[in-house]
C-alpha cells in the first residue's frame, strides 16, 4: 500500500501534466531520448510512437528485458515519470539505465509522448 503523500503527489503530477502543453517536448525528446529511441523505429531502445497507453515490452520487433516483461506495467504519466526517474527503481533488472533528472523536463517529455499516442 502507498502512503497517502504518494497517492497525493502523484495525483498532483498527473494534473499538472493534464494542463501543460508539451513546450519543447519534442526537442527534449530528440536531446535526451533520441540517441536510443526513435517515434517510429526501433533503434537501441524500442520506438516509443504511441507509448503512452501502452503495455510495457509489447513492440513485438524489440528484445526487451525479461524483467520489463514480467512488469505488467502500462505506460501512464505516473509510471512514465517513475521510469523516467529511477528505472531500475520501478523495475528492478531492467536494461535501461538512463534518466531524466529534472522533474520538467520529465513532465514536457512525457505530455510529447502522450501527444504522439493515441488518444
Same mark, same amino acid.
Given at each position: 500500500m502507498r502512503p497517502r503523500y504518494f497517492v497525493?503527489?502523484?495525483?498532483?503530477f498527473v494534473a499538472l501534466l493534464a494542463a501543460q502543453t508539451p513546450s519543447g517536448g519534442k526537442e527534449l525528446f530528440d536531446k535526451r531520448c533520441g540517441g536510443c529511441h526513435a517515434l517510429d523505429r526501433d533503434k537501441e531502445g524500442p520506438r516509443l510512437g %504511441?507509448?503512452?497507453g501502452r503495455?510495457?515490452?509489447s513492440v513485438a520487433s524489440f528484445e526487451y528485458?525479461?524483467?520489463l516483461r514480467k512488469s505488467k506495467l502500462t505506460w501512464t504519466a505516473e509510471?512514465? @515519470?517513475?521510469?523516467?526517474?529511477d528505472?531500475?527503481?520501478?523495475?528492478? %533488472?531492467?536494461d535501461m539505465t538512463f534518466h531524466?533528472?529534472?522533474? @520538467?523536463?520529465?513532465? @514536457? !517529455? !512525457?505530455?510529447?509522448?502522450?501527444?504522439q499516442s493515441p488518444k
Amino acid at each position: 500500500m502507498r502512503p497517502r503523500y504518494f497517492v497525493a503527489a502523484a495525483a498532483a503530477f498527473v494534473a499538472l501534466l493534464a494542463a501543460q502543453t508539451p513546450s519543447g517536448g519534442k526537442e527534449l525528446f530528440d536531446k535526451r531520448c533520441g540517441g536510443c529511441h526513435a517515434l517510429d523505429r526501433d533503434k537501441e531502445g524500442p520506438r516509443l510512437g %504511441g507509448v503512452y497507453g501502452r503495455p510495457a515490452a509489447s513492440v513485438a520487433s524489440f528484445e526487451y528485458s525479461e524483467a520489463l516483461r514480467k512488469s505488467k506495467l502500462t505506460w501512464t504519466a505516473e509510471n512514465l @515519470d517513475q521510469w523516467l526517474t529511477d528505472t531500475e527503481k520501478l523495475v528492478p %533488472g531492467n536494461d535501461m539505465t538512463f534518466h531524466v533528472a529534472k522533474a @520538467d523536463e520529465r513532465r @514536457d !517529455i !512525457i505530455a510529447f509522448l502522450k501527444q504522439q499516442s493515441p488518444k
